[in-house]
């Protein structure tokens, strides 16, 4: 079985600060790893992915993931927040064993504040 | 390509009529995912297709909903009756087996009044 939590499912920072969204997940296999964003009125957009290569995942609008499987955590950081950056966030977790089946977290929502 | 592409992308319908989704995936693609999502229950997965075939319909909420998937470039999403509660927005997604990110439509958002 599979499963994500994301913690916090509102988050609140100023333009130009740290965005650090969290994401643990369980899986009994390797697991492959996404996060999403989806802006208001519209579908998910991949914003990068985990797949058994390198740990650190760079990913679109200067976010970045890392896997870490000691604390099965994929966990994903913007080091300066931009106001284009208000959205939600899913973190998402499929086991290629599993027919690629996503299973999601329950998103996080991010405020920037001016 | 153009993406993967749902119609109607709103519908409101009165209570007990039926409703069909559809959904175009990207061309190419053989695994294809109907998602619904709510405030209260967030993103959950109705069912998935491989290679046409259904492989995990145990999301589905109840009878009233069916989904098929006569061809590769086809989908719908079926509710009959609809009722109030099955109110939100219908994602369609598809990926590539080989390449395991699932790309989205825009939605199809629903209201049964």
């Known amino acids: 079985a599979q499963s994500v939590t994301q913690l916090g499912s509102h988050v609140s920072v100023s333009e130009g600060a740290l965005v650090l969204l969290r994401c643990n997940y369980s899986s009994s296999v390797p697991p492959y790893l996404f996060w999403y964003v989806q802006y208001p009125n519209q579908g998910l957009q991949l914003l990068l992915k985990?797949?058994?290569?390198?740990?650190l995942v760079k990913g679109i609008n200067g976010f970045e993931a890392e896997f870490k499987k000691s604390e099965t955590s994929f966990h994903l950081t913007k080091p300066s927040a931009h106001m284009s950056d208000a959205a939600e966030y899913f973190c998402a977790v499929t086991q290629k064993a599993a027919g690629n089946k996503l299973t999601f977290g329950g998103g996080t929502r991010v405020l920037v504040k001016p | 390509d153009a993406g993967v592409i749902q119609s109607p992308r709103h519908e409101v319908t009165e209570m007990g009529q039926e409703v069909t989704l559809r959904c175009k995936p990207i061309?190419?693609?053989?695994?294809l995912f109907w998602y619904r999502q709510t405030m209260m229950r967030g993103l959950e997965l109705l069912i998935y297709f491989n290679n046409n075939v259904p492989i995990d319909d145990s999301g589905m909420p109840e009878d009233r909903f069916s989904a098929k998937m006569p061809n590769a470039s086809f989908s719908t999403l079926k509710i009959q009756p609809s009722e109030p509660r099955d109110s939100a927005v219908y994602f369609c997604?598809?990926?590539?087996?080989?390449?395991?990110?699932?790309?989205f439509g825009q939605g199809t958002r629903l209201t049964v009044v």
């Open positions: 997604a598809s990926s590539r087996t080989e390449v395991t990110e699932a790309f």
């Open positions: 985990y797949t058994s290569a390198a740990t």
């Open positions: 061309s190419g693609h053989n695994s």
